[in-house]
């Protein structure tokens, strides 16, 4: 006999049609459906396990996100489960591309978790490349070299990445745009070093944004907590999305 905790019946778990109008679905729509509503729930139990979280609080995470639709919580909770990652904790995260699609990928957090985790990886240097025709204390890297070092490999890895040919319209790039491209090379290093599949976004997503949480730069919540800057604790992070939720 299933514990309490594990049934989560398709009607718990806030999932959004297949068509803005129900009404109008065909019948093969209606089965495609009802098929994703059992296959999320599914993969929501099984992340749970992997997490060793309650289950409804990933189920609360779910109806938060319901908007965006039933394909972007299945490969959200793809995404998650394949590396063992936790959506709570802002270490999986939800974009919308310029043609305002939801997409899953990896925070900041999470590429820091998922290379910490390599057994193989025994360090990693960032290193800045100016322009001879750049000038000033203002001025912005060319680019960003990211090197990781494997225990199991002669030469290490070595990626750059270019401002100019990753940074967007978003306002992050604005205010912080070292930290962005640093992110980017620490990102696509892990990619080539660690064999990491994972969806990314073209540089033509020019309007991508972040769209399930609010006061965010690494994918994680930002609690304005009274205690010394304590991180908040799932309790809180779930708390703070339920609040938001409601109001």
Not at 20 to 32: M, S, Y
Not at 112 to 137: H, M, T, V, Y
Not at 146 to 174: F, G
Not at 181 to 194: E, G, I, N, S, T
């Amino acid at each position: 006999m299933k514990n309490r905790k594990q049934e989560v019946t398709s009607q718990q778990s806030a999932l959004a049609p297949l068509s803005q109008d129900p009404l109008r679905e065909t019948d093969a729509e209606l089965n495609i459906r009802e098929d994703l509503k059992v296959v999320i729930t599914k993969k929501q139990e099984r992340l749970a396990n992997i997490l060793g979280i309650d289950i409804y609080e990933l189920n609360a995470w779910l109806g938060h996100h319901q908007h965006h639709g039933q394909m972007a919580l299945l490969s959200t909770l793809h995404l998650a489960i394949t590396h063992e990652l936790d959506p709570l904790l802002g270490e999986v995260v939800i974009w919308q591309d310029a043609n305002g699609q939801a997409k899953p990928t990896i925070s900041i957090d999470g590429w820091i978790k998922l290379i910490n985790r390599q057994p193989a990886f025994s360090g990693i240097e960032f290193e800045d490349g100016f322009s001879d025709q750049q000038s000033g204390e203002e001025k912005l890297p060319q680019f960003i070299q990211c090197t990781i070092y494997r225990s199991d490999r002669q030469t290490p890895v070595r990626i750059k990445e270019y401002l100019a040919e990753v940074k967007n319209d978003h306002p992050l790039w604005a205010t912080m745009p070292r930290r962005m491209l640093r992110h980017r090379a620490l990102q696509q290093c892990a990619r080539v070093a660690f064999g990491i599949s994972t969806p990314e976004f073209s540089t033509q997503d020019n309007n991508s944004k972040k769209i399930e949480t609010n006061n965010t730069v690494n994918g994680s919540i930002s609690l304005n907590l009274n205690d010394g800057g304590k991180k908040a604790t799932r309790t809180e992070l779930l708390k703070h999305q339920l609040e938001k939720q409601v109001h």
